[in-house]
């Protein structure tokens, strides 16, 4: 088992792969996808730029506490 048993659950997770492959290949849109792709509903591309132009302070404090709970996460373990 310790030679070849680490080895079966990703032969599992290959069946899966294939499994999730082909249902995502036979399930079809809704009918709400259709009709906005049919109008020519397209997203904004550039929302970020748009977020920080409105509002820069609120941006950069949300990055920041992000970037700092990230930093304080990966430290500790490192110096720990």
Do not use: D
Request: with cysteine; charged share 20%.
């Amino acid at each position: 088992m310790p030679a070849w048993g680490w080895r079966i659950p990703f032969l599992i997770s290959l069946l899966l792969l294939a499994l999730g492959v082909y249902v995502r290949a036979r399930v079809s849109e809704t009918p709400v996808f259709f009709n906005k792709h049919a109008q020519g509903a397209r997203r904004s591309s550039c929302r970020l730029w748009k977020r920080m132009r409105r509002s820069p302070r609120n941006f950069l404090v949300v990055v920041g506490a992000r970037l700092a709970e990230n930093a304080l996460g990966y430290l500790y373990p490192v110096l720990a």
